[in-house]
């Protein structure tokens, strides 16, 4: 008799968090489905595909916080009382209340790291309340899994202080890139036929800190705007923090405001793009940095801890102080005028237990049917 699997996802709907659940699912349907029953609890059907892997939706769960925390710290009990799992797999930072034996959580969120201000209540009501109420729902039950999954150090060492956890997985995501080539691209920008052209893609939150490149490109000559462009996924319907950027800086015609992008739009600014900025204040991973790293183009990287374990080994790489936008500037004009701004980053090293993408991670956690 086969073993189950449970996967609860049933918050995920779009974006990043979507893109987890399809990738982890894939791979279970690959290459785990033949041994084990998966059953994935989701917020609908209709946004997935896999024969081998039954599905089980909870198209209310993103009504209200109550509803979801009933779903987790309720109804799922008595679920898994009916389904027996032998693994248990919450996909979304909360530990619920099930009956299993071997229980994960996969926390990859990094709203309640990040110190809130008292002006994040008016940019973003929603983010603000959020960081500060989800910090404690982390810590229920964070206790009783058999494993708690992070993707980079600094979360596993906050973990460790925060919670006193000896079991903390460090587990890289592995990006696939389909369509960059970085044949074409040197350290030197040629911008005698067009403008230099710096991208940042991310949703609109008040720590992905939009406002300072906004700020760096302001501080500019217009000698040096009329030779720059900005593309910034911001419109002024996203949200109230958005609203801000835009009115505040769309007298600026160099600062293209291009709302949320398709991933294939995307991945066409990485091509188009000559440099990436990543100003964000706190990321559990910063997939952009990883996917735009495979171009081999320049990077302006926020100068933390999470943007260079994220980048690993980089050679074209020049970091700013998150709060200081002259600096910026001045490395945006570097990067325009071929000044040699470029550090060497190297990649983190990273203690056990420690895996590379979803065969790695599923292959560890699995084994703990031998225990």
């Known amino acids: 008799m086969k073993k189950t ?63 979801r925390m009933y779903y987790e710290y309720i109804y799922f009990y008595f679920l898994s ?105 040197q350290i030197g920008v040629d911008t005698s036929n067009k403008p230099l052209e710096f991208f940042y893609p991310s949703f609109p939150r008040p720590f992905k800190n939009f406002e300072i490149i906004c700020e760096a490109y302001s501080l500019m000559s217009e000698g040096y705007r009329n030779q720059i462009k900005v593309y910034l996924t911001l419109n002024l319907e996203l949200n109230s923090y958005a609203t801000e950027i835009v009115n505040k800086y769309k007298h600026l015609p160099g600062i293209v405001f291009l709302g949320l992008l398709s991933r294939d739009e995307v991945e066409n600014y990485y091509t188009k793009a000559d440099c990436l900025i990543f100003s964000s204040k706190l990321e559990t991973w910063g997939l952009p940095i990883t996917e735009f790293k495979s171009t081999g183009k320049p990077i302006l990287l926020a100068n933390l801890p999470y943007a260079k374990e994220t980048l690993g080994n980089y050679d074209k790489v020049s970091f700013f102080d998150i709060n200081n936008p002259e600096e910026l500037k001045s490395k945006m004009i570097g990067i325009l005028e071929n000044q040699p701004i470029f550090v060497k980053n190297r990649k983190v090293d990273v203690r056990q237990p420690f895996t590379e993408g979803w065969p790695e991670l599923f292959n560890l956690i699995l084994e703990n049917e031998n225990r």
């Not at 659940?21 to 946004?47: C, D, G, H």
């Not at 729902?137 to 206790?143: S, T």
């Not at 708690?148 to 890139?177: E, G, K, T």
């Open 81 to 185: 009382i009916k389904l027996k799992p032998d693994f248990w797999v919450s996909l979304h930072d909360m530990s619920p209340n099930v009956k299993c034996k071997n229980r994960f959580v996969y926390c990859h969120n990094p709203s309640p790291f990040y110190e809130s201000k008292k002006t994040d209540w008016y940019k973003n009501t929603k983010a603000y309340l959020f960081s500060k109420f989800y910090k404690y729902l982390y810590g229920i039950n964070i206790k009783k899994n058999t494993y708690v999954i992070v993707q980079q150090s600094w979360l596993r060492d906050y973990f460790i202080s925060n919670w006193s956890l000896s079991n903390v997985i460090v587990a890289y995501p592995h990006v696939v890139i389909n369509s960059l080539d970085k044949d074409q691209y």
């Open 5 to 67: 699997i449970v996967v609860s996802a049933i918050n995920f709907t779009s974006g990043g968090p979507l893109s987890i659940l399809k990738e982890s699912l894939a791979e279970l349907s690959q290459n785990f489905a033949a041994n084990y029953r998966v059953i994935a609890l989701v917020n609908s059907k209709e946004l997935l595909s896999f024969d081998n892997i039954e599905l089980i939706a909870f198209p209310y769960s993103k009504k209200s916080w109550l509803i």
